[in-house]
């Protein structure tokens, strides 16, 4: 007996199911639906899955004219969004840097960022990552000639895409609709098969049926065998059989 998850149970299961649900109809042909229409649930299913989100919360304490950082190695369509709050009264800065940004900001010769806020009690922010790459998400904070220390309040969801879930999506659509197309492909019309002729044409010894609805037949002239009327020669002893009926 076939288990029902190897391919022939599954196989068994998709005929017994479509012969239920959809009585009278070709069994293979329901087959193909039922299969297709199970590969576009995956789809859709894994379209809705293959987007996935973090959220992270972090408090931080920044000197004056210092500055703190988090890092997070992201792909390309990622995005990061979120807010961030200082709490002690003074201004900060919020930068995404790139891994050769972080490099010269971390010399002081910063010149440009991926992303910025400036000089801020509090903002929102959002940002799509547009290249692989380990991002610094920096904080700075005064001028270093006050000595006071800022506290950060960094509130950050990160939303990432499983490429491999949305091929599966495309995939699935793909064999789905050639499922489906055969599915409902017309069906080529059954040939007819004429009937055979009548029995007695063909079988010595058995009466025919004349035009007129009368039962002929003939004997062999020299064994006396009952023949049919389309022989000519004598199925026991080969003779030649004469046109004669009896």
Same mark, same amino acid.
């Given at each position: 007996?076939?288990?029902?998850?190897?391919?022939?149970?599954?196989?068994?299961?998709?005929?017994?199911?479509?012969?239920?649900? $959809?009585?009278? =109809?070709?069994?293979?042909?329901?087959?193909?639906?039922?299969?297709?229409?199970?590969?576009?649930?995956?789809?859709?299913?894994?379209?809705?899955?293959?987007?996935?989100?973090?959220?992270?919360?972090?408090?931080?304490?920044?000197?004056?004219?210092?500055?703190? $950082?988090?890092?997070?190695?992201?792909?390309?369509?990622?995005?990061?969004?979120?807010?961030?709050?200082?709490?002690?009264?003074?201004?900060?800065?919020?930068? =995404?840097?790139?891994?050769?940004?972080?490099?010269?900001?971390?010399?002081?010769?910063?010149?440009?960022?991926? $992303?910025?806020?400036?000089?801020?009690?509090?903002?929102?922010?959002?940002?799509?990552?547009?290249?692989?790459?380990?991002? $610094?998400?920096?904080?700075?904070?005064?001028?270093?000639?006050?000595?006071?220390?800022?506290?950060?309040?960094?509130?950050?969801?990160?939303?990432?895409?499983?490429?491999?879930?949305?091929?599966? =999506?495309?995939?699935?659509?793909?064999?789905?609709?050639?499922?489906?197309?055969?599915?409902?492909?017309?069906?080529?019309?059954?040939?007819?098969?004429?009937?055979?002729?009548?029995?007695?044409?063909?079988?010595?010894?058995?009466?025919?049926?004349?035009?007129?609805?009368?039962?002929?037949?003939?004997?062999?002239?020299?064994?006396?065998?009952?023949?049919?009327?389309?022989?000519?020669?004598?199925?026991?002893?080969?003779?030649?059989?004469?046109?004669?009926?009896?």
């Amino acid at each position: 007996m076939a288990r029902a998850d190897s391919p022939n149970g599954r196989f068994s299961l998709s005929l017994f199911f479509g012969a239920v649900l $959809y009585p009278g =109809v070709d069994p293979v042909r329901v087959r193909y639906l039922v299969g297709g229409l199970v590969l576009v649930g995956l789809a859709l299913f894994n379209f809705v899955t293959y987007t996935n989100a973090i959220s992270q919360q972090s408090t931080f304490n920044i000197l004056s004219g210092d500055y703190y $950082y988090l890092t997070a190695t992201r792909n390309p369509g990622d995005s990061i969004s979120g807010t961030f709050q200082e709490g002690s009264g003074s201004l900060v800065s919020f930068l =995404v840097l790139s891994s050769a940004q972080y490099a010269s900001f971390q010399t002081g010769t910063l010149l440009t960022s991926m $992303y910025s806020v400036e000089n801020v009690a509090s903002a929102a922010i959002s940002y799509a990552f547009t290249t692989q790459d380990t991002y $610094y998400l920096a904080f700075r904070h005064g001028s270093g000639l006050l000595n006071t220390t800022e506290t950060v309040n960094f509130q950050r969801t990160y939303t990432t895409h499983d490429n491999f879930r949305l091929e599966l =999506v495309l995939l699935f659509l793909a064999i789905a609709a050639v499922e489906l197309v055969v599915a409902f492909r017309p069906r080529k019309a059954s040939p007819v098969i004429p009937s055979p002729p009548p029995i007695a044409t063909y079988l010595p010894g058995q009466p025919t049926t004349t035009l007129a609805g009368q039962t002929t037949s003939r004997r062999c002239s020299l064994c006396g065998q009952v023949v049919g009327e389309q022989l000519s020669f004598c199925p026991k002893c080969g003779n030649k059989l004469n046109a004669q009926t009896t």
